[in-house]
């Protein structure tokens, strides 16, 4: 879906914040619950629950769909995650920046005007690419072998497209649904949808 204003309005910017504001919240919560599936049950089961933290970014650019509204989302969770608790504020923010700049290279690819499935699928692949690659730029895998590693970051990559992508996608429409996105680009095209009206399928 093409749009010709790109400058994010008030309205919009209101909403980006308040939902990565949230997410934020749930990013410091699911540190602890990852730290204790990666105890529990290892790397790997880990590597399946680490898309949550590009779903922030995903959701605001499906609703609002326009361009550094991914990067500045994961950027404002980040920040909220480091305020409400987190003690390793430099790695939050550099992941924020990573991983939101992965999923805005995945919507950039597409101009930023397709929101299919897929292109939100790739966006979470990507934000999950940059995640791994953060983490080892930083701290390196040698805790893991090899096997181990690459099987993480199957996972990650998996989860990045069901969890971060579809997820986020089926989150952004349910709340779409309810009316509340009315005034944003996927409340639009979801209302003329739902009129039966001709609409961009992106």
């Given at each position: 879906m093409s749009t010709k204003k790109k400058a994010?309005?008030?309205?919009?910017?209101?909403?980006?914040?308040?939902?990565?504001?949230?997410f934020g919240v749930l990013y410091l919560l699911w540190i602890?619950?990852?730290q204790f599936i990666k105890g529990v049950l290892g790397p790997v089961a880990w590597g399946g629950i680490a898309g949550l933290w590009v779903m922030a970014p995903i959701v605001c650019a499906y609703i609002i769909r326009k361009p550094g509204v991914a990067l500045i989302a994961e950027l404002v969770a980040a920040g909220t995650e480091i305020m409400v608790g987190s003690v390793s504020a430099g790695t939050v923010l550099i992941l924020g920046f990573t991983q939101g700049l992965g999923v805005e290279i995945a919507l950039a690819l597409f101009l930023w005007r397709s929101y299919r499935l897929p292109v939100l699928m790739l966006a979470g692949i990507l934000g999950m690419v940059a995640n791994f690659l953060t983490i080892y730029v930083l701290y390196g895998y040698s805790q893991?072998?090899?096997?181990?590693?690459?099987?993480?970051?199957?996972?990650?990559?998996?989860?990045?497209?069901?969890?971060?992508?579809w997820g986020s996608?089926?989150?952004?429409?349910?709340?779409?649904?309810?009316?509340?996105?009315n005034n944003f680009a996927l409340g639009r095209l979801l209302r003329e949808k739902q009129h039966g009206q001709s609409v961009d399928p992106s």
């Amino acid at each position: 879906m093409s749009t010709k204003k790109k400058a994010l309005n008030l309205r919009e910017i209101v909403v980006m914040a308040s939902i990565s504001v949230g997410f934020g919240v749930l990013y410091l919560l699911w540190i602890f619950f990852g730290q204790f599936i990666k105890g529990v049950l290892g790397p790997v089961a880990w590597g399946g629950i680490a898309g949550l933290w590009v779903m922030a970014p995903i959701v605001c650019a499906y609703i609002i769909r326009k361009p550094g509204v991914a990067l500045i989302a994961e950027l404002v969770a980040a920040g909220t995650e480091i305020m409400v608790g987190s003690v390793s504020a430099g790695t939050v923010l550099i992941l924020g920046f990573t991983q939101g700049l992965g999923v805005e290279i995945a919507l950039a690819l597409f101009l930023w005007r397709s929101y299919r499935l897929p292109v939100l699928m790739l966006a979470g692949i990507l934000g999950m690419v940059a995640n791994f690659l953060t983490i080892y730029v930083l701290y390196g895998y040698s805790q893991y072998n090899l096997a181990i590693t690459l099987l993480m970051l199957a996972a990650m990559l998996v989860s990045g497209a069901l969890l971060g992508g579809w997820g986020s996608k089926s989150i952004a429409d349910a709340l779409g649904r309810t009316g509340v996105l009315n005034n944003f680009a996927l409340g639009r095209l979801l209302r003329e949808k739902q009129h039966g009206q001709s609409v961009d399928p992106s």
